[in-house]
């Protein structure tokens, strides 16, 4: 079983447990004497269960167990020794039962609470306020039903709640002051200063354009979606004017995947202030590294990016044979990008389809009809790519893949979920059981260029409750805190960093680092096995642990943040700093 599926299971037997509990109290309460019993049992066996599913969960990493074994696992003990013993020998009247199986199941359910509103780290404060919240339920339901608990009971269930309320919450305060991202508002100027040799203007606006046959409301880069392709050839310095006609929200252009020096990766707040309508700003950058890229605007990006500001980059090494086409997939107002596309070709003639996700999801696709070599992704050339057929790849948010083939005498098509988007002729087959390439195992491998690293930092990425400028959200968060109360990593001009990024959720989340591409070094403790991947978008799937690193030799303030841009938007944004 994957640790994502372990952590679910866990999670529903731990829902179980707890509701089990809390039927069986409240079924004692009123008499239910059969009822009481059979949901009680149910739930000890429930509570009894999550040994296995903790200690499972632990052997993938203490950051899957950690609060379960801290808070969950002795919430659970007590639940047990409270209620456990009673059902063995229930005395005629079920309901003198009703306070300890009640206390089981606020006990549980404390620890339940911890699990999705907390995460990780776990806290002392955290487990302290389950701790409070368990004991004073039990002692409000003890007066409900009537029954007396002893003095000296009583007595110590005041002690041990108000104790750890009031511990809880200081530790828990206290946790939550951390300051705010000291973001550098210096925008120091690096552009280049040398003529540019290609030239892009580019102005956001409102527009309608046609998807799937329909009109639809968009905000677009020179009125179309997606916005005009820039090229540029390697060596070229690439200048793109941006003017915003009538975006309210203002505009920047991030060159996704593009290592541009700090100044000219367009985040609002952190490189340059928003482009507000009626004003310009002019990008120059040196085009040194060849491949597949794409650019959207920075500034709310979740919005901007949905209705349409984005296009592609593509930069070429020198004039290139053959078919060149670029597949940047969207999804506009539920509508599908682009439309399918049907062209012949001469068999004998090379194909290169560029592919590009510009969405927040990963997206499948499946070229069908020929061999293909998957020559790139995120821009970076793989070492020795072997040929494919019949195998699907999938793409995550942000991410780029380069497929290469000569065509056939007979037509190919590339189907994206499902759908044909670019043909050369009349293509069926089903795709969707076609087995998924997974990079780490493709190509040939080459020895990590570091033996050691100057520093390591662990993301673990989680939901929970938020509490910023006292509004409570519930975040998509980093090590237990959402922007801007995340930490930023700190790193020194040419060190060597290593992010290990687990994923404690049980939803994707597609890794993005502006400003640098790193090299995937383990997936799950298990090392890359194929070309080495030079990475800027990668999906953290539940449960998984990702072990990456990079040369620290971009200096700026980077973005650092998931590319499903709603979590972006929702506490998963960080920074990468240099001292
Ligand atoms: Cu393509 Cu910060 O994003
Ligand atoms: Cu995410």
Redesign the pocket.
């Known amino acids: 079983m994957t640790t994502g599926s372990l952590l679910v299971v866990d999670l529903v037997i731990a829902v179980l447990a707890a509701a089990g509990w809390l039927g069986g109290g409240a079924a004692a309460a009123v008499r239910r004497r059969p009822l009481a019993l059979a949901l009680a049992a149910v739930a000890l066996l429930a509570t009894l269960a999550r040994a296995i599913t903790i200690t499972a969960l632990a052997r993938a990493g203490w950051w899957f167990a950690a609060e379960k074994v801290l808070v969950a696992a002795p919430l659970s003990l007590a639940a047990v020794a409270a209620a456990g013993p009673r059902l063995r020998a229930v005395p005629g009247d079920i309901r003198s039962v009703a306070p300890a199986l009640l206390f089981a199941g606020y006990a549980t359910s404390g620890a339940l609470l911890v699990t999705v509103l907390h995460g990780y780290p776990a806290s002392v404060g955290a487990g302290l306020l389950a701790v409070a919240g368990a004991v004073t339920a039990t002692a409000v339901s003890w007066r409900a039903l009537g029954v007396r608990p002893s003095r000296l009971l009583s007595r110590v269930a005041l002690v041990v709640a108000v104790g750890a309320l009031v511990t809880g919450v200081g530790l828990t305060v206290g946790r939550d002051a951390t300051p705010a991202v000291p973001h550098d508002h210096g925008f120091r100027d690096a552009r280049t200063s040398d003529e540019p040799t290609r030239r892009f203007t580019l102005t956001a606006g409102t527009a309608t354009v046609r998807a799937s046959g329909r009109d639809v409301a968009a905000w677009a880069f020179n009125a179309q979606v997606p916005g005009p392709e820039l090229t540029a050839t390697v060596g070229d310095v690439v200048e793109v004017t941006l003017r915003n006609r009538d975006i309210g929200r203002g505009v920047t252009l991030?060159w996704?995947?593009y290592d541009v020096p700090n100044s000219q990766d367009g985040?609002p707040g952190v490189t340059q202030a928003a482009v507000r309508p009626g004003q310009e700003f002019v990008y120059r950058f040196r085009a040194d590294q060849a491949g597949t890229y794409?650019y959207?605007t920075?500034s709310v990006?979740d919005v901007g990016?949905r209705m349409g500001l984005y296009g592609v980059l593509v930069v070429r090494p020198g004039p290139m044979a053959g078919l060149d086409v670029t597949v940047p997939v969207h999804t506009l107002s539920g509508l599908p990008l682009p439309a399918p596309r049907v062209e012949p070709v001469q068999a004998g003639v090379p194909v290169r389809l560029r592919l590009v996700n510009t969405d927040s999801t990963t997206h499948r696709y499946a070229l069908a009809g020929t061999a293909f070599r998957v020559a790139a992704i995120d821009g970076s050339d793989l070492r020795g790519p072997t040929s494919l057929v019949d195998t699907a790849v999938l793409i995550p948010a942000?991410g780029r893949y380069d497929l290469v083939f000569d065509a056939p005498a007979t037509p190919v098509a590339l189907f994206v979920d499902g759908r044909a988007v670019y043909s050369t002729g009349p293509v069926s087959v089903a795709t969707g059981d076609w087995p998924v390439l997974d990079p780490l195992d493709y190509g040939t491998a080459a020895t990590v260029p570091w033996s050691r690293f100057d520093r390591s930092f662990t993301l673990v990425l989680d939901r929970g409750l938020d509490l910023h400028d006292l509004l409570p959200r519930y975040a998509h968060t980093v090590n237990g805190a959402a922007d801007p109360d995340i930490p930023p990593q700190v790193v020194r001009l040419g060190d060597v960093v290593r992010f290990t990024i687990v994923n404690r959720s049980p939803i994707v989340h597609p890794w993005?680092l502006?400003g640098h591409h790193v090299l995937v070094l383990s997936r799950d403790g298990r090392p890359a096995a194929g070309s080495p991947l030079w990475l800027d978008?990668f999906d953290v799937r539940p449960g998984e642990v990702w072990e990456v690193a990079f040369r620290a030799d971009n200096p700026g303030v980077w973005?650092n943040?998931c590319?499903n841009?709603a979590h972006?938007d929702a506490g998963m944004t960080m920074h990468l700093m240099y001292s």
């Open positions: 991030h996704h995947g985040v794409w959207h920075h990006s990016v942000g993005h502006h978008s973005a943040h590319h841009l972006a």
